[in-house]
Nanobody
């Protein structure tokens, strides 16, 4: 069982930055894959980024949706059980509720953005980017 709590959302002007955090409290093994999703009004939920450890435990494998590559950075601090999303050069189209998600199974390049693969979700945090 994993509980996820996001924080760090807010309002910012275009071109600005925000950092989202997701504190994970786990009662079993560390999640195999963690991700950020977002949902804008009237739109479907979208995978933003995901991170998992490489097999063998050295380094991470990271995935991004094309629209955020070069602007967003996902990272995790396993000592603090915290997932981060550093967002820079924000655009109005980044406005959405951002959700942290965790999966018991590894994620791969063709599955990381599928919401149904994740068993645990946070409550979401609002990010609003004004032009």
């Amino acid at each position: 069982q994993v509980q996820l709590v996001e924080s760090g959302g807010g309002s910012v002007q275009a071109g600005g930055s925000l950092r989202l955090s997701c504190a994970a409290s786990t009662y079993t093994d560390t999640p195999a894959c963690m991700a950020w999703f977002r949902q804008a009004p009237g739109k479907e939920r979208e995978g933003v980024a995901a991170i998992r450890e490489k097999l063998g435990g050295i380094g991470d494998i990271i995935y991004y949706v094309d629209s955020v590559k070069g602007r967003f950075t996902i990272s995790q601090d396993n000592t603090k059980n915290t997932l981060y999303l550093q967002m820079a050069s924000l655009k109005p189209e980044d406005t959405a509720i951002y959700y942290c998600a965790a999966a018991d199974d590894l994620c791969y390049y063709d599955t990381w953005s599928i919401g149904a693969k994740y068993s645990y979700w946070g409550q979401g945090t609002q990010v609003t980017v004004s032009s």
